[in-house]
């Protein structure tokens, strides 16, 4: 078994199935506007603070894509402010949601349609990658959570796990990163999806950016003999 798919099993029998994208507010999985919202509210940001974003559109009745794109810039940034920058993040939203209703009539379900289809799904994030703050990790994650696109999602947490075991090359561009976990992985969206909540999950609770907390992390087993890499 390949060094990746060997830690996809140690995270997985670890931690377990994430169930994502998880709903901000209820308990299960969100919807697909809500993914979009939280996975542009996310960039720089705690999921803590997304979440008590969302509430707060929810509470002022500004969640949906008409809303958001009728409100003025300066109300919503007060309301998303938890996920700040709020002027950044306010902009980028509006910018999503004109760009639904221009591209898409107002309908996910029309952007998403058919991205199962790796070609189809390169196309919609080509779209993506032009509108306003969306960059590539941003248009995979609503891809591959909301439509099962098979796109596979690069962060900052999974470049730090490969650059402390040595696996492969963490400075890469983004898309010959995402191409490396590809090529490891089954080649099956479940995966995908799974592996990337996998690596956050272990980014978050053992392999911090000041410090690897490798005593008791489901991926110890695979670092170098020297410890960590750095
Ligand atoms: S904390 Fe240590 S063992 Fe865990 S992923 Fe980071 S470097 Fe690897």
């Given amino acids: 078994m390949s060094t990746i798919r060997l830690a996809y099993r140690l995270l997985h029998d670890a931690y377990g199935p994430q169930g994502w994208w998880p709903a901000a507010t209820r308990s299960g999985v969100a919807d697909a506007w809500e993914i ?4 542009v509210l996310v960039q720089h940001t705690s999921w803590k603070n997304v979440v008590r974003a969302i509430a707060n559109l929810e509470s002022a009745g500004a969640m949906s894509f008409t ?3 009728a409100i003025e810039p300066e109300a919503l940034a007060q309301i998303i402010r938890s996920a700040g920058p709020p002027n950044v993040k306010a902009k980028r939203l509006k910018a999503f949601a004109r760009f639904l209703v221009e591209s898409h009539g107002g309908s996910m379900d029309a952007l998403l349609d058919g991205v199962v289809d790796r070609k189809i799904a390169l196309e ?3 779209q993506l990658l032009g509108v306003h703050g969306v960059g590539p990790e941003t248009a995979d994650a609503i891809l591959l959570y909301a439509g099962g696109a098979p796109l596979f999602v690069v962060d900052a947490y999974k470049r730090r796990v490969m650059r402390r075991h040595g696996w492969g090359d963490s400075t890469a561009k983004y898309d010959e990163v995402a191409a490396f976990w590809r090529k490891r992985l089954p080649n099956d969206v479940k995966t995908y999806a799974e592996t990337h909540a996998l690596l956050v999950r272990v980014g978050i609770e053992h392999c911090h950016a000041s410090r690897a907390k490798c005593e008791g992390c489901p ?3 695979l670092l170098p003999n020297s410890g960590p890499l750095e």
């Fill in 219 to 221: 991926l110890q087993a």
């Fill in 67 to 69: 809303a958001i794109d």
């Fill in 124 to 126: 919609r994030r080509s």
């Fill in 36 to 39: 979009a919202v939280g996975a």
